[in-house]
């Protein structure tokens, strides 16, 4: 099984600032690797997926990269509504998709 | 616009079956195009797949549920369900039904509905 890690667990920013979450991967998942971000009392929404490529209505501000086992979802000009929970999501022995544990944006 | 919209009891007592639908409007789950899926999550904890299914045929559950699992289709009703038996504490969770497309080789959640929070409790 494919473990993914997410770091930091919580990133406390100010606005404007530029966020970088991390998503390793266990083994090698190619560029399989998926980002959400879940509002508080929300369903997840989908941001990246294939690691770089933005999803339908995705500002610019949030950019995906990486491969293999080292991802990196950035965050540019932080803004308040990007307060959220990121998770990133993999499918390399499918059918299953395992989620990392997530990360916490807080605006400071 | 594709909308999925969970449904089913939001309280269930310990040993009994959880059941839930989801229904989909803006599309046919029949269409053979997308996969649909189930996915869970505990109250303040992250995300967990539950399953995964293309047709009655095609059903996939993860390991850990044990073969509690069982996912179901209606067509008629562009609806589908999943049951799992035997529930404990450990299964109290906000459930999201929601559709799975590809790209390349990646598998992505790209539509969700909003969730149902089932408890188990007696």
């Known amino acids: 099984e494919i473990v993914l890690t997410q770091s930091p667990a919580t990133l406390s920013l100010s606005p404007g600032e530029r966020a970088t979450l991390s998503c390793r991967a266990s083994?090698?998942?190619?560029?399989?690797l998926v980002w959400y971000q879940q509002k508080p009392g929300q369903a997840p929404r989908l941001l990246i997926y294939?690691?770089?490529n933005r999803a339908t209505g995705i500002p610019a501000r949030f950019s995906g990269s990486g491969s293999g086992t080292d991802f990196t979802l950035t965050i540019s000009n932080l803004e308040p509504g990007d307060v959220a929970v990121y998770y990133c999501q993999q499918r390399t022995h499918w059918p299953s998709l395992t989620f990392g544990g997530g990360t916490r944006v807080e605006i400071k | 616009q594709l909308q999925l919209q969970e449904s089913g009891p939001g309280l269930v007592k310990p040993s009994e079956t959880l059941s839930l639908t989801c229904t989909v409007s803006?599309?046919?789950?029949?269409?053979?195009?997308?996969?649909w899926g189930w996915i869970r999550q505990p109250p303040g904890q992250g995300l967990e797949w539950t399953g995964t299914f293309y047709n009655s045929r095609s059903t996939y559950h993860n390991p850990s549920l044990k073969n509690r699992v069982t996912m179901s289709v209606d067509t008629s009703k562009n609806r589908f369900s999943l049951n799992l038996t035997s529930v404990t504490a450990a299964d109290t969770a906000v459930y999201f039904c929601a559709r799975l497309g590809f790209y390349s080789n990646s598998a992505y959640l790209d539509v969700w509905g909003q969730g149902a929070l089932v408890i188990v409790s007696s």
């Open positions: 083994q090698s998942v190619s560029s399989h």
């Open positions: 803006g599309d046919s789950i029949s269409s053979g195009t997308y996969y």
């Open positions: 294939d690691a770089s």
